[in-house]
């Protein structure tokens, strides 16, 4: 069957499991009216002064027919998911919780994962072999972050797109690896994009992804997905609880600011562009990150996936100019 994820979790569990793994957030996102999607939860009753994500996951299950079980992260990513689980759960959707421990202890994270896999009915054998199968699509897609940020050959939206679909591979590992080799084997032939600003962008994946081709019509390019990087788990490590707990977005921001400063030195960035989610409490983490960063920081908010208002962008531009 097919289980629903509200964030990256040891996706390898549901594979083992035997079920298909669905990214809803992937699944809204792409929609072809996810504005839709977030007015209709709050025609449910909704509040206005909630993260959109959480507004449109929770219709984009509830229109879905075959997705009736949810391995929802109660603790690492949104506290709002908490309500929205039960929201689900009145309407029939089965929860698994997984809890991300905040402190990154290492037993902690091996019992919730010890939890997941016998709650998905499988064992720690199978999910190691997949572990080994899936460690083979994520090297692709390092690779492309590779031919991204040092070779200027995928933009930064294709660089996006397929660092957060490692949340769940699109469900089909095989021809999710078939169609990123293929992709790569592409941009090798490629002639260079021009080389412009060099950004990155951190914090959650824009719930605007318009904003990549918007910045390169102006001659900068993010050549840094920070979160969408860590979806694809980038540690060479035999342990799957050791690379689950190297992973950095579900835990405190100190882990997150040290994974950055050291890419802001090896992609040479120019500068970074820092996004929060309207309503979220990681809006204030900016407070620290601007502490710690040596770098210009830009502050985008984002709202609702209506694309870039034009507030945002006559500050993109503003900041672009800035840097130039």
Not at 139 to 166: I, M, P, Y
């Amino acid at each position: 069957m097919k289980i629903g994820l509200t964030t990256t979790v040891p996706v390898e569990a549901v594979f083992a499991a035997g079920h298909t793994p669905v990214d809803i957030n992937n699944i809204f996102i792409s929609d072809a009216d996810p504005m839709g999607l977030v007015e209709e939860a709050e025609l449910a009753g909704y509040p206005r002064n909630v993260c959109g994500w959480i507004k449109g996951l929770y219709t984009t299950v509830l229109r879905s027919t075959d997705i009736r079980t949810i391995i929802a992260v109660t603790q690492g990513d949104c506290s709002n998911t908490h309500a929205l689980m039960e929201t689900w759960q009145v309407k029939g959707i089965e929860i698994i919780p997984f809890a991300f421990p905040y402190d990154r202890d290492y037993d902690m994270l091996q019992l919730q994962m010890d939890k997941l896999v016998k709650a998905l009915g499988t064992t720690w054998g199978e999910l190691k072999a997949w572990k080994t199968k899936l460690d083979k699509l994520r090297g692709l897609a390092w690779e492309l972050d590779r031919l991204t940020w040092q070779e200027n050959k995928a933009t930064g939206f294709e660089n996006h797109l397929w660092q957060v679909s490692c949340s769940d591979f699109n469900g089909e590992p095989h021809t999710f690896g078939c169609q990123l080799e293929s992709l790569i084997t592409e941009l090798k032939t490629r002639q260079p994009l021009a080389e412009g600003l060099r950004l990155g962008f951190i914090g959650v994946p824009p719930i605007f992804p318009d904003i990549y081709d918007y910045l390169e019509s102006m001659g900068a390019r993010v050549v840094f997905n920070e979160v969408q990087r860590q979806f694809t788990l980038p540690f060479r490590v035999e342990d799957i609880v050791e690379q689950y707990r190297l992973y950095t977005y579900p835990y405190n921001v100190f882990g997150r600011i040290e994974d950055i400063k050291q890419e802001i030195e090896r992609r040479r960035l120019d500068g970074i562009i820092h996004y929060t989610q309207s309503f979220c409490f990681r809006q204030i983490e900016d407070i620290i990150i601007r502490q710690q960063l040596g770098v210009p920081i830009l502050s985008l908010e984002g709202d609702n996936p209506s694309g870039l208002d034009a507030r945002s962008k006559m500050r993109i531009e503003a900041f672009v100019e800035m840097l130039k």
